[in-house]
């Protein structure tokens, strides 16, 4: 006998409505405070938006991060230094790293040859089996480039998503999805905000991946919600919607757990280069299948939607097919 993993049973009547001014207005405040957040804490850049040079190092013996800090301040003509021990329950214990970084000064935009070599020969001196396994720079230019064109990416997607779900239902289906993925990019920016993560180049790379898999699941939604609008035309409108979220509410939980498991076994097993990229997708799960539920659906509710999809809009009829003869 066959062995089938159901995480709800096959017919549900869940009064998704219920509490629709409680999500609703928590989606609001979640909103509103991860605003303020970005807007007085802001975000913990990375170097690739920041500036300056970042370089990873590895030794068999265990270090001392103040002794590193000392032995760095003999260097001249460098910028602000911060050193970070990476933790990682992968490394055996004669796997020590520490990840160094220098900023961006006024008088240069990355450190020179000739200072990342006085570097790696101070830490050299206080740490003989020291080994130097990444160098990265970044200028401030560069990085001001970068963070422009980020925004633009975030923007064009969230453009192109607004257009396909226009032309594919309705205006009111496209606004509902727009304010569904605002909702989950701004609340994963709030959280980096709030925990002061590292907010790279990889993270945008995660937030465009969360709008891709939050689009994808409202969409899904919206595909069924159009056909019960067809078959169901005298059933009022908020029951249609919670009939579609139920009918949709297995494969909707079952994506995303199985998401879940394997972005969860990537951020305990897949080391702290990608750690900042898989928490932003894991949060985006979460808060991207919540929107598909509680966010897009409310706003299509709120703005109203034609019940028959098989017969042209009549507001969009020209005048001699509504006026009677």
């Known amino acids: 006998m066959a062995f089938r993993l159901k995480l709800v049973p096959d017919e549900t009547n869940i009064n998704f409505f219920r509490w629709q001014r409680y999500t609703f207005g928590l989606s609001a405040v979640l909103m509103v405070i991860s605003v303020i957040l970005l807007l007085t804490m802001g975000l913990n850049f990375g170097i690739d938006f920041r500036g300056g040079t970042t370089i990873r190092t590895e030794s068999s ?7 590193y800090r000392a032995a760095l301040t003999e260097v001249e003509g460098i910028g602000d230094v911060s050193i970070t021990e990476v933790f990682d329950p992968t490394y055996g214990e004669d796997r020590h790293v520490a990840q160094v970084r220098i900023g961006a000064t006024d008088d240069t935009e990355a450190m020179t040859p000739e200072q990342i070599d006085a570097v790696e020969a101070a830490l050299t001196e206080i740490d003989p089996n020291v080994k130097f396994v990444a160098v990265e720079s970044v200028g401030p230019k560069v990085s001001s480039e970068l963070i422009k064109t980020a925004v633009y990416a975030i923007l064009a997607a969230s453009a192109g998503i607004l257009l396909y779900i226009w032309l594919r239902f309705e205006w009111q289906f496209a606004v509902g999805g727009v304010v569904a993925i605002i909702h989950d990019v701004l609340l994963t920016m709030g959280i980096f905000s709030a925990l002061q993560m590292r907010f790279d180049l990889s993270t945008i790379a995660a937030l ?10 409202t969409v899904v939604v919206f595909d069924r919600l159009r056909e019960n609008l067809v ?10 919607m919670n009939l579609t979220v139920n009918e949709t509410l297995s494969r909707t939980l079952m994506t995303a757990l199985t998401t879940a498991i394997a972005l969860l076994a990537l951020f305990i097993l897949g080391g702290d280069v990608i750690r900042g990229f898989v928490f932003a997708m894991l949060w985006g799960v979460v808060v991207g299948t919540y929107s598909s ?19 042209p809009d009549p507001d969009k009829l020209p005048d001699q097919f509504t006026e009677a003869p």
């Open 231 to 240: 078959r169901y035309k005298t059933m009022p409108l908020i029951e249609v």
């Open 61 to 67: 013996t265990a270090f001392d991060v103040a002794d």
């Open 208 to 217: 465009l991946t969360i709008l891709g898999y939050s689009i994808n699941d």
């Open 293 to 311: 539920i509680y966010v897009a659906k409310n706003i299509v509710l709120w703005l109203g939607v034609k019940r028959d999809w098989s017969k």
